[in-house]
C-alpha cells in the first residue's frame, strides 16, 4: 500500500502513532480558537472578517496572532463582508441656494464628542418601493446619533433625523454640522433650525464623496452587512432591520477599527468617565 501511494513505510507507521495517540496540544487549541471564531463570527451576523475577530478574541484574553486567526477562518469558509456596491444619487443641489462653506475640510477627528457630526441620505429597496434613510454620526465616535426613515426625499426627512440627533444628544452651541450640497440641506427651513441650534453648517464641495467619507462609510457598511443579505418584503420589515442593525448590532456590539476597535457605546462613554486634568 505505501508503494501504491508513493509513501514510506516511516511516515506511515508516524501516521498511524499520531492517530492512536489522538490530537496533539496544537489540534486541541485549534479547535478551542475556531469554537470561539464561530461564537463572534456567528454573534455578528456574519458580518465581521479575521481583523475584528482578532481583535474581539484579544478583547475576551485570548493570546493569539492575527494571522492564525485569518487561516482558521479561511479553512473553515469563514469571511466577513467586503467590497463596495454602487451606489444611487438620493440628494440633488438647487443651483439658487448658496452653499456654505466646507469648515472640515476632512478632519474627522474632533478632540470630544457632538463637536462635529455628519449626515447624508441613501436609499434601500423593498417589495413596497425605495425608502430613504437619513442619518446623523459624531465623528468622535462613529456613533449614529439620529436617524429617520421615510418614503420621500422632502426636508422633513432630514430635519426628523437631526430633531433625533438633538433630543438624544443636547449638543452645546457651536457644534458643526456637515453634509453635501443636497436641496434638503440648503432649504430655508433646515436652515433655520441649524442657526436655531446654534450650529455652524459646513458642506462638501461639488462631486466629491471623500468631503463626507464618514457618512459614506457608514452607509457603504450598512448595505454590506444588512440591506444586501436578503430581498425585503415591505417598509415594516426595513424598519424593524434598521433598529436592530443600528441601535443594537453598530452603535452598541460593533467593533469599529477608527477609535482602536471600541464600539461607538463604548468610545463615547470612555470620554465621559475620563477625569478632568487640574
Known amino acids: 500500500m505505501c508503494r501504491f501511494f508513493n509513501l514510506s513505510r516511516q511516515g506511515y507507521a508516524a501516521w498511524k502513532h499520531r492517530q492512536a495517540a489522538g490530537p496533539g496540544p496544537r489540534e486541541r487549541s485549534d479547535a478551542e480558537l475556531i469554537e470561539a471564531i464561530v461564537t463572534i463570527y456567528t454573534a455578528s451576523r456574519g458580518r465581521y472578517g479575521a481583523p475584528r475577530v482578532y481583535a474581539q478574541l484579544r478583547r475576551q484574553g485570548w493570546r493569539v496572532g492575527h494571522n492564525r486567526v485569518a487561516a482558521l477562518m479561511a479553512a473553515n469558509d469563514l469571511a466577513g463582508r467586503h467590497g463596495r456596491p454602487p451606489s444611487v444619487r438620493t440628494t440633488i443641489a438647487d443651483p439658487a441656494a448658496a452653499a456654505a462653506p466646507n469648515i472640515v475640510a476632512r478632519d474627522f477627528t474632533p478632540a470630544r464628542p457632538d463637536r462635529t457630526w455628519v449626515t447624508d441620505i441613501t436609499y434601500i429597496h423593498s417589495g413596497e418601493g425605495f425608502l430613504f434613510l437619513a442619518a446623523i454620526i459624531d465623528c468622535y465616535s462613529r456613533m449614529v446619533v439620529g436617524w429617520a ?71 457603504s457598511t450598512l448595505k454590506l452587512e444588512l440591506i444586501y443579505t436578503k430581498e425585503w418584503k415591505s417598509h415594516d420589515e426595513l424598519r424593524a432591520a434598521l433598529f436592530e442593525y443600528i441601535e443594537v448590532f453598530y452603535n452598541r456590539q460593533r467593533l469599529h477599527s477608527t477609535i482602536d476597535y471600541c464600539t461607538p457605546f463604548e468610545y463615547d462613554s470612555l470620554y465621559a468617565n475620563t477625569p478632568i486634568a487640574a
Open 149 to 219: 426613515v421615510a418614503d420621500h426625499l422632502r426636508t422633513e426627512l432630514c430635519l426628523d433625523a437631526l430633531n433625533d440627533a438633538v433630543t438624544r444628544r443636547h449638543p452645546e452651541p457651536g457644534l458643526v454640522h456637515h453634509s453635501d450640497r443636497g436641496c434638503q440641506y440648503t432649504s430655508w427651513e433646515y436652515r433655520d433650525r441649524l442657526a436655531g441650534l446654534g450650529m455652524t453648517q459646513s458642506m462638501s464641495r461639488v462631486g466629491n464623496c471623500w468631503d463626507n467619507a464618514v457618512a459614506e462609510s457608514f452607509f
